[in-house]
């Protein structure tokens, strides 16, 4: 469990790092980066610490989320002397932190690692709960593990730094954490009343966002019940980014706008199931198409989706299971879904 000290913001945060380097032993302290965080985030890191570090540069984007990187991080670690009190610091968006935290836990059987998210996402899902790992031939987090990191430093001074597009990413997040909060209806209230999506209109919510997926993450480390609602929108969602992943780079989508859609198909699914209200299924459509491109799938592209949840992470003995909705955060484990009901909840988004 994170406890929450683990997840610190800003000034503080940088003084804790420190104290952790010089007094919890470390022999060398590594820190992973893309080409986007070297350009954009690196300097701002060095003046913040008073530490020595070795640099792993990785290419940037969800293309190289896989095992061949993975590879060139273990090759890095091994050629500069990494050993097993070595700390890794992953400086990036969820791909960063996602392989990073892989490629640390397997390393000489694990070494220590430490979360900075320099996206919205990042900040506000994938480096939090613990989950780390790798795509496995197109299909979304295939291979991974279970492990927290030391600490996840939050500094939203790297939010600035972001094309709009990665913000909107983020967002959509943000909106499923707002419709799967068990607490309270009024944060999605918050996103809805949103006219756009900065770093300074979103900075409250965003420390929000982060209180309830840790909530979530507490009550259910494990994933064996109350987390499961965080893959909300995932089944039919990750299946559509997989599918773009396998197009024309031209075709991708970033994994939040893949989640948008998602977040419309599930929550018509769990309208016409669970009676889900229909005031809030409409302002929760208006709200994504606002915000994010409309895309077009034809009933073959339906198809090749609907194969794609097979490799769903929730699915046991066969079954396609989702996460839906019978109201703001009131959810329903393990629902089997026809497809007849799933090009249903095509049309519905394909609608304006």
């Known amino acids: 469990m994170i406890d929450d000290k683990s997840i610190l913001f800003g000034k503080k945060a940088y003084k804790t790092l420190d104290t952790l380097v010089k007094t919890a032993s470390v022999s060398s302290v590594f820190l992973l980066i893309d ?160 006219e756009k999506v900065d770093s300074e209109n979103i900075k409250d919510l965003v420390e929000e966002s982060i209180k309830i997926k840790k909530m979530i993450v507490d009550a259910d480390t494990s994933e064996k019940g109350i987390r499961k609602i965080l893959n909300y929108d995932y089944t039919l969602g990750h299946a559509i980014e997989s599918y773009r992943l396998s197009l024309d780079p031209t075709k991708h ?24 209200p229909k005031r809030v299924l409409n302002q929760l459509k208006s709200l994504v198409k606002r915000f994010y491109i409309s895309q077009n799938f034809g009933r073959d592209e339906i198809s090749q989706i609907i194969d794609l949840m097979k490799y769903d992470k929730k699915n046991i003995k066969g079954k396609v299971n989702f996460v839906l909705l019978k109201n703001i955060g009131q959810y329903v484990l393990d629902c089997q879904v026809e497809n007849k009901l799933i090009y249903e909840a095509f049309d519905f988004y394909a609608k304006d």
């Not at 935290?101 to 979360?115: D, E, K, L």
């Not at 492990?147 to 939010?159: A, G, H, N, S, T």
């Not at 709009?164 to 999605?188: C, D, P, R």
């Not at 998602?262 to 016409?272: N, R």
């Open 35 to 194: 080409n986007n965080t070297k350009t954009h985030c690196l300097d701002h890191f060095k003046n913040r610490v008073s530490f020595n570090f070795k640099t792993v540069l990785i290419p940037f984007g969800e293309t190289h989320k896989n095992l061949e990187t993975c590879s060139v991080i273990w090759q890095n670690l091994s050629d500069n002397g990494a050993d097993r009190q070595s700390l890794l610091i992953n400086l990036g968006g969820g791909v960063i932190t996602d392989i990073g935290g892989f490629t640390a836990s397997c390393f000489r059987r694990g070494i220590a690692f430490v979360h900075i998210p320099t996206t919205l996402l990042g900040m506000i899902d994938a480096a939090i709960g613990g989950k780390n790992g790798v795509d496995f031939k197109n299909l979304k987090n295939q291979i991974g593990v279970i492990k927290q990191p030391e600490m996840i430093l939050i500094d939203q001074v790297f939010l600035k730094t972001l094309p709009h597009n990665q913000m909107v990413s983020g967002f959509a997040e943000m909106i499923k954490h707002g419709l799967i909060n068990v607490k309270s209806h009024t944060y999605f209230d918050k996103c809805l009343d949103l």
């Open 253 to 276: 989508l970033l994994h939040g706008e893949a989640i948008a859609i998602g977040l419309v198909l599930e929550t018509f699914i769990s309208h016409k199931m669970f009676g889900y």
